[in-house]
């Protein structure tokens, strides 16, 4: 990266981070970023980062430094747990039993216990994974059986569309959904993951306290180059 790079990096983040209000957290997407355009935003004071790919993250995580709260934010398989349970802050993407399960066999060998966030489907598309809200209701009515992990919140990702109405609507939802839950799952849940690059703006007006933020912080994504 030279000088130009790095002030370009600065710019873009100074300018992400006056749109957020104080009290929402902000992670920096950095799936497919290098290690030393993540050292740049470090440099900046920045240490929550989010990364989709659990061996990237696996290859990554030693060789920055160790202050770093690294989120683990795409969808996750179960055999793939085991390459970031030793380190991850939150993994965010929860969105069956089986990986409920897997998650806390591996913090109970790891002697930790993780914090996670359950994902709920709220967009239109069927890729997007996720639990139903029924589904997400009836977890928080039935005692909690996953004594290593604790549920700090709910994490969404709304639909892939310009109708900026149409994803304000999902987050409202999640967030209803978010609301019906308080309590349910202890006095830690506080977290509503929800926001990237294109739907900051709907994601905040909906009550997001934690956005997850790739693009509009490192410009455009070069997957080629990964
Ligand atoms: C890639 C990704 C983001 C960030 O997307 P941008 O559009 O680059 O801000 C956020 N959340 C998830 C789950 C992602 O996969």
Redesign the pocket.
Known sequence: MDAAARTALAERYHSVRSRIPPGVTLVA?S?TRSVEEIKALYDLGHRAFGE?YPQELREKQPMLPADIEWHF??HLQTNKVKYIAPFVHLVHGVDSIKLLDELDRRAAQHGRTQDVLLQVHIAAEETKHGFGADEVLALGAAPWSWKNLVVRGLMG?ASNTSDHAQVLHEFEVLRGVFDQLAGSFGPRFDTLSMG???DVKEALAAGSTLL?????IFGE?DYSAA
Not at 212 to 216: D, Y
């Open positions: 997407v799936k989709n934010i795409g990702m990237m690059s294109a997850r933020v790739g693009t509009a994504r």
